[in-house]
């Protein structure tokens, strides 16, 4: 089942993988990414933003070059958590805390979409 290697298994994962959809997607997303993660490979999240841009789907992209699959250091996990409400609190409504000094000592790469989330562009320039 799902076996890459027969011409079934790929067309089950090819029926399955969010990137075949991604012109369906109808709200703003936000994605991040940690570079050495042995699961989902950057090169699988850089598709799925190329395919949103080309259909004009606003998306926030973040990429951490020090994590795997999840992000381990705390540094990380604060500046993804204040991208998140603040992003969270831009397209669902509600409050947040602006980013301040969240991203001291974070490896975090605002890839593309920084315009998504408010205070990113002005806390990525500092």
């Known amino acids: 089942m799902n076996d890459h290697r027969t011409e079934e298994g790929r067309a089950l994962l090819a029926e399955r993988s969010p990137l075949f959809y991604a012109d369906q ?3 703003p997303l936000l994605i991040g990414q940690g570079a050495n993660d042995p699961r989902v490979w950057q090169a699988e999240s850089d598709q799925i933003v190329h395919a949103m841009q080309d259909a004009d789907i606003p998306m926030t ?3 951490y070059t ?3 699959h999840g992000f381990a ?5 604060l500046s993804f958590y204040a991208v998140t409400e603040a992003f ?3 397209h669902l409504g509600g409050r947040y ?3 301040g000094d ?3 000592g974070s490896s ?3 890839q593309c979409g920084a315009e998504e989330v408010p205070g990113l562009a002005e806390a990525i320039a500092e």
Do not use: Q, S, T
């Open 25 to 27: 997607i109808e709200k």
């Open 61 to 63: 992209y973040l990429l």
């Open 66 to 68: 020090d994590e795997g």
């Open 73 to 77: 250091r705390p540094e990380n996990r």
């Open 88 to 90: 969270l609190a831009e």
């Open 97 to 99: 805390e602006p980013i």
């Open 102 to 104: 969240d991203f001291e």
């Open 108 to 110: 975090i790469i605002v």
